[in-house]
């Protein structure tokens, strides 16, 4: 069954919420041995980011709740390749392109939520400068538990929208931005540091 979702175009249901957008030249992510970690990080490795010949975009949110247990994260990670212009129709299926998605509670990170790689759709570049970039993202994401809990995450979704990044540094992003130290844990990953 696929459920059709606007992912990150309504608020969180929180006290509060932080957005975050990064567009990342010379990294890479979602590689193909991503998810092959430890359960608590299954939906967080695919979103590290590290030096590499391509080009990351993503958009993380935060639901900051009065009850602390109550915060929520939503990650979503897109690889492409190093040589794209404006107008580029980046297609999921041939491997153009790679777009992972998580969300679920930022205080019990790597335990409840889900996490997914999109299997169809496609990037379509917008607009890219030397310090931005804007992205229509379409894709269908096959869900899944990192603890495997029944009903959690059996639906696959669709994520369909428009996403602005400014520029950084691979080596300026924070855990939260998706390259964390050696000394970070999953809460790290789920929850921003300011």
């Excluded at 990064?22 to 979103?47: M, N, W």
């Excluded at 975009?57 to 040589?83: C, F």
């Excluded at 491997?95 to 969300?103: L, P, T, Y």
């Amino acid at each position: 069954m696929v459920a059709t979702v606007a992912v990150f175009l309504a608020p969180c249901t929180a006290v509060a919420s932080r957005k975050t957008t990064v567009y990342v030249r010379d990294a890479v992510a979602i590689s193909p041995q991503c998810i092959e970690v430890g359960t608590r990080e299954l939906q967080f490795a695919c979103h590290r980011v590290t030096p590499g010949e391509g080009i990351v975009v993503a958009e993380h949110r935060y639901g900051r709740s009065w009850n602390i247990d109550s915060s929520t994260y939503r990650k979503l990670t897109i690889r492409l390749p190093a040589a794209i212009a404006v107008g580029d129709l980046l297609q999921m299926e041939s491997g153009q392109a790679g777009v992972f998605f998580s969300e679920g509670s930022a205080a019990f990170a790597g335990k409840r939520g889900c996490y997914g790689r999109a299997q169809s759709g496609s990037v379509e570049v917008l607009a890219m400068s030397v310090n931005s970039i804007r992205l229509k993202v379409h894709a269908v994401v096959s869900q899944k538990s990192p603890l495997e809990w029944r009903g959690d995450c059996d639906e696959s979704f669709v994520i369909s929208q428009i996403i602005k990044a400014s520029r950084r540094a691979v080596d300026e992003l924070t855990a939260w931005e998706g390259r964390p130290s050696a000394d970070d844990s999953p809460f790290s990953e789920a929850n921003p540091s300011d």
